[in-house]
């Protein structure tokens, strides 16, 4: 890997990056942004964002910058809808239309609802080489940070009102206050606010229950911003210089449009924006959603593809370009290509210059830790799926057909990493017609005359020619050259053999597939 090659503008990371030092200056240090609602689990759709992100800070640091990640947890947001995929379902509804922060973990885990799942997705993140600066929005709330923010909010409650009414059918009018509170007495923000005096006190009253409360501005910690005057209000406390998001904010009237307004307000300008688009998982059907339950996480992708994949995968896509991961068989075709990126950035397989240094460029995005100076062991997903099954499992057996090939502690875990996603796709996700498993016992199956002829000759071969044989061309065009001399077709005998191995019409490729069943095990059962 050439360091002069990470200076070139060649992926959407580094154009990225040369926008953000030609908008924002040339700074020491630059502070991009991410964030999430804990208001469930953490799927993989909202991985998209946070992996945006980790590519454009890494551009940066490329091209000799700091780089401040923050990643906010918006805890202090409302609990408004129990997902369906949680225990302790009637529980937590009693806890909706408080602050997420104050909800209990329905799993006794962590100290809260929003804790458990943000120590879960940072859990995740770690594992794919992605560090953030996480800030807890409850905990700046409480501690009264953004006290003088809300403050200016309120003062600048019609030209708010201004900027959101240009996008709303229904305007709002001299009610709308740019603000929330939780109830003192009832803790939930079902409240609307009757009158703010100008200085410090805030009069609301509960829309559920007979009550009207009053707060001071200078003491109270239950006063938050709504969402569109919240994020861009951070954006001037924090001077984010860069923060993506999704089609849903960035359609015209949508926070982002409303937000790069009321920055102004707040004598900021907003980040160099990057809008990114959906994922989804191949199979799975529709947009991920954390309050209906239908999720699949990190985790979830990390059984079926490799740490390195996962993030592989996502920078061979342009930000803006939906995709789906696939979990079916086309899992084939993605460690398939994969493994030709890796070839190509290595030099190993050749390609013309531009599809070389893109190659190159997206296997160093998609590294975690150091890229290695070698190139990396590759075991056919397809293939070692095959030498997993014959070795009933076992990933050590297993390891031992690989044994010449596996040249140090990178490709150990190369090995243990894929195997494992191998397992769990075979268990979980492979078609059937994918999956064997090797016979202990010659099975009864009733042949004709021919095809016992071939059998025998085959088998006779075999146990005296095994150790001459040195490829699986070669065991193919000897397998036809009986065929020919007994005088059967192959579909004759074919599945023959494949019903005394697996038990089924047809599997792998024969002649590899016998080489790696080995000797014994195949005389046993064709004899």
Same mark, same amino acid.
């Given at each position: 890997?050439?360091?002069?090659?990470?200076?070139?503008?060649?992926?959407?990371?580094?154009?990225?990056?040369?926008?953000?030092?030609?908008?924002?200056? /040339?700074?020491?240090?630059?502070?991009?942004?991410?964030?999430?609602?804990?208001?469930?689990?953490?799927?993989?759709?909202?991985?998209?964002?946070?992996?945006?992100?980790?590519?454009?800070?890494?551009?940066?640091?490329?091209?000799?910058?700091?780089?401040?990640?923050?990643?906010?947890?918006?805890?202090?947001?409302?609990?408004?809808?129990?997902?369906?995929?949680?225990?302790?379902?009637?529980?937590?509804?009693?806890?909706?239309?408080?602050?997420?922060? $104050?909800?209990? $973990?329905?799993?006794?885990?962590?100290?809260?609802?929003?804790?458990?799942?943000?120590?879960?997705?940072?859990?995740?993140?770690?594992?794919?080489?992605?560090?953030?600066?996480?800030?807890?929005?409850?905990?700046?709330?409480?501690?009264?940070?953004?006290?003088?923010?809300? #403050?200016?909010?309120?003062?600048?409650?019609?030209?708010?009102?201004?900027?959101?009414?240009?996008?709303?059918?229904?305007?709002?009018?001299?009610?709308?206050?740019?603000?929330?509170?939780?109830?003192?007495?009832?803790?939930? /923000?079902?409240?609307?606010?009757?009158?703010? $005096?100008?200085?410090?006190?805030?009069?609301?009253?509960?829309?559920?229950?007979?009550?009207?409360?009053?707060? /001071?501005?200078?003491?109270?910690?239950?006063?938050?911003?709504?969402?569109?005057?919240?994020?861009?209000?951070?954006?001037?406390?924090?001077?984010?210089?860069?923060?993506?998001?999704?089609?849903?904010?960035?359609?015209?009237?949508?926070?982002?449009?409303?937000?790069?307004?009321?920055?102004?307000?707040?004598?900021?300008?907003?980040?160099?924006?990057?809008?990114?688009?959906?994922?989804?998982?191949?199979?799975?059907?529709?947009?991920?959603?954390?309050?209906?339950?239908?999720?699949?996480?990190?985790?979830?992708?990390?059984?079926?593809?490799?740490?390195?994949?996962?993030?592989?995968?996502?920078?061979?896509?342009?930000?803006?370009v939906d995709f789906a991961v696939s979990f079916d068989l086309d899992v084939l075709k993605t460690y398939e290509d994969f493994d030709r990126q890796e070839r190509l950035a290595?030099?190993?397989?050749?390609?013309?210059?531009?599809?070389?240094?893109?190659?190159?460029?997206?296997?160093?995005?998609?590294?975690?830790?150091?890229?290695?100076?070698?190139?990396?062991?590759?075991?056919?997903? #397809?293939?070692?799926?095959?030498?997993?099954?014959? @070795?009933?499992?076992?990933?050590?057996?297993?390891?031992?057909?690989?044994?010449?090939?596996?040249?140090?502690?990178?490709?150990?875990?190369?090995? @243990?990493?894929?195997?494992?996603?191998?397992?769990?796709?075979?268990?979980?996700?492979?078609?059937?017609?994918?999956?064997?498993?090797?016979?202990?016992?010659?099975?009864?199956?009733?042949?004709?005359?021919?095809?016992?002829?071939?059998?025998?000759?085959?088998?006779?071969?075999?146990?005296?020619?095994?150790?001459?044989?040195?490829? /699986?061309?070669?065991?193919?065009?000897?397998?036809?050259?009986?065929?020919?001399?007994?005088?059967?077709?192959?579909?004759?005998?074919?599945?023959?053999?494949?019903?005394?191995?697996?038990?089924?019409?047809?599997?792998?490729?024969?002649?590899?597939?016998?080489?790696?069943?080995?000797?014994?095990?195949?005389?046993?059962?064709?004899?």
């Amino acid at each position: 890997m050439s360091d002069d090659n990470q200076k070139k503008l060649i992926h959407w990371a580094d154009f990225t990056a040369d926008r953000i030092i030609r908008q924002r200056g /040339d700074k020491e240090e630059y502070t991009v942004a991410s964030g999430i609602t804990p208001s469930g689990v953490v799927h993989f759709g909202n991985f998209r964002e946070v992996i945006t992100v980790d590519f454009v800070a890494r551009a940066l640091r490329d091209r000799g910058k700091k780089v401040r990640f923050i990643f906010s947890w918006d805890d202090y947001d409302t609990f408004r809808k129990v997902p369906l995929n949680l225990p302790k379902q009637e529980e937590l509804k009693e806890y909706l239309f408080r602050p997420i922060v $104050d909800t209990p $973990d329905p799993f006794e885990e962590a100290e809260s609802y929003a804790a458990h799942h943000e120590q879960n997705f940072e859990a995740q993140l770690d594992k794919v080489g992605v560090e953030v600066q996480p800030i807890y929005q409850a905990k700046k709330y409480r501690a009264g940070d953004y006290k003088e923010q809300i #403050r200016k909010a309120l003062e600048m409650k019609k030209d708010i009102a201004g900027i959101l009414n240009e996008y709303r059918s229904t305007p709002y009018g001299d009610e709308y206050y740019p603000i929330s509170v939780y109830c003192e007495k009832y803790l939930t /923000d079902e409240t609307e606010i009757i009158d703010w $005096d100008g200085k410090n006190k805030i009069t609301y009253k509960h829309k559920v229950h007979d009550y009207t409360g009053e707060i /001071d501005l200078e003491t109270t910690d239950k006063v938050k911003l709504p969402w569109r005057v919240d994020w861009p209000m951070r954006w001037v406390y924090e001077g984010v210089d860069f923060e993506p998001g999704g089609k849903d904010h960035s359609s015209q009237g949508g926070s982002y449009t409303t937000a790069k307004d009321i920055v102004k307000l707040y004598g900021g300008e907003a980040p160099v924006y990057l809008q990114y688009d959906f994922v989804s998982i191949k199979g799975a059907g529709g947009k991920m959603s954390s309050s209906k339950g239908n999720l699949i996480t990190v985790n979830d992708v990390l059984k079926v593809y490799e740490p390195e994949m996962v993030r592989w995968i996502f920078a061979s896509y342009k930000s803006n370009v939906d995709f789906a991961v696939s979990f079916d068989l086309d899992v084939l075709k993605t460690y398939e290509d994969f493994d030709r990126q890796e070839r190509l950035a290595f030099g190993v397989e050749q390609g013309n210059e531009k599809k070389v240094n893109m190659a190159k460029r997206v296997y160093e995005l998609s590294s975690i830790g150091e890229i290695p100076k070698e190139m990396p062991f590759q075991p056919s997903f #397809r293939h070692l799926c095959n030498v997993l099954q014959i @070795n009933d499992g076992n990933i050590e057996k297993a390891k031992s057909y690989y044994a010449s090939e596996i040249k140090n502690e990178r490709d150990e875990r190369r090995f @243990n990493e894929r195997s494992t996603c191998a397992l769990h796709w075979l268990e979980n996700y492979a078609p059937e017609e994918f999956k064997f498993k090797i016979n202990t016992n010659p099975t009864d199956s009733q042949c004709e005359e021919k095809q016992l002829e071939f059998l025998n000759k085959f088998s006779t071969f075999l146990d005296s020619e095994w150790d001459s044989i040195q490829t /699986d061309k070669e065991l193919h065009e000897k397998m036809y050259e009986i065929i020919h001399a007994v005088e059967v077709q192959p579909n004759d005998v074919f599945p023959v053999m494949y019903d005394r191995l697996i038990s089924k019409e047809k599997g792998p490729k024969l002649a590899g597939f016998i080489r790696t069943i080995g000797k014994e095990r195949v005389l046993k059962l064709f004899k």
